[in-house]
């Protein structure tokens, strides 16, 4: 499977020039299958505007979660505006739920059209923990610590797994032993790394992590690559390139993870 970074930042796209190299958009990952070219799309934050299936593609949107920006560019996504594309859209089933968030993302003054008035409306699915088949996918889903709740995703793949844990704080052993055994070698893992060591002791209970943290899971789960993702808005590309440096201290095959940047498993 081909992984393709479409939006790397947290809370808000900061578009500013010293941030230009890692990108601007907030969470959405594309995957592809080039076997069978089958997408699968994780989050729907602004990246996903950039993320342009075939017009005849089977194509399945999975949420962790439904904090703005992980939902923000879900108007814009170009497979709405295409009946052609065989579209499935899946959400997580979570405390914080509530079944009217879909049509009151699309309702006025929100949004010119109505979700049912798109050319392309799927119905949500609701996911659970658990293993499930999506969109021609093997999936397993986890809870993470997130304020309202959100779920890591373990895709399966014939090179290696990807995991992709964007939202999560360090710290409750209920919700990190779990996830440990969940992401336990995986080739690749992506992990919420919005602020410092220095900076995270002042946001606890915000629902993040630092780099540092990453870096040492990374490790105790023996992972094949790590993605430090969610970057800070205003974080600079010197300051990612930095955070970088250090992290391979801890764990060398970890970078910070670009808008645009796509790597095989």
């Known amino acids: 499977m081909r992984v393709s ?30 076997s069978t070219g089958a997408v699968l799309v994780l989050d729907a934050g602004s990246g996903i505007c950039g993320v342009t299936p075939a017009p005849d593609a089977n194509v399945a949107l999975v949420l962790t979660h439904y904090h703005w920006d992980h939902l923000l560019g879900l108007p814009y996504f170009p497979a709405l505006a295409d009946s052609r594309c065989a579209l499935s859209l899946y959400a ?26 798109l050319p392309n409306h799927p119905a949500p699915r609701m996911i659970a923990p658990g293993r499930a088949a999506i969109g021609g996918f093997e999936v397993a889903a986890i809870a993470l610590n997130h304020p309202g709740g959100a779920f890591a995703y373990r895709v399966a793949g014939r090179g290696g797994d990807f995991v992709f844990a964007t939202d999560h704080e360090f710290g409750m052993p209920e ?7 969940f992401a336990e070698g995986a080739a690749a893992v992506v992990l919420d790394a919005q602020f410092t060591p220095d900076e995270r002791p002042r946001y606890a209970g915000w629902g993040h992590s630092d780099w540092r943290q990453c870096a040492e899971f990374a490790v105790a789960t023996g992972a094949g690559a790590l993605y430090l993702f969610h970057h800070k808005p205003g974080r600079t590309d010197a300051e990612l390139r930095e955070i970088e440096r250090d992290a391979r201290r801890v764990f060398d095959a970890t970078r910070a993870a670009r808008e645009g940047h796509t790597f095989t498993i």
Not at 97 to 103: I, K
Not at 175 to 181: N, R
């Open 175 to 181: 919700y990190d032993e779990p996830f440990a055994a």
């Open 92 to 117: 997580p089933a979570l405390p914080s739920h509530d079944p009217a968030w879909l049509d009151v993302l699309f309702r006025e003054p929100f949004h010119p059209l109505p979700y049912r008035a």
């Open 5 to 34: 970074f479409r939006g790397v930042r947290g809370s808000v796209p900061w578009d500013q020039p010293d941030g230009a190299e890692h990108g601007c958009n907030t969470a959405c990952i594309e995957i592809l299958d080039e």
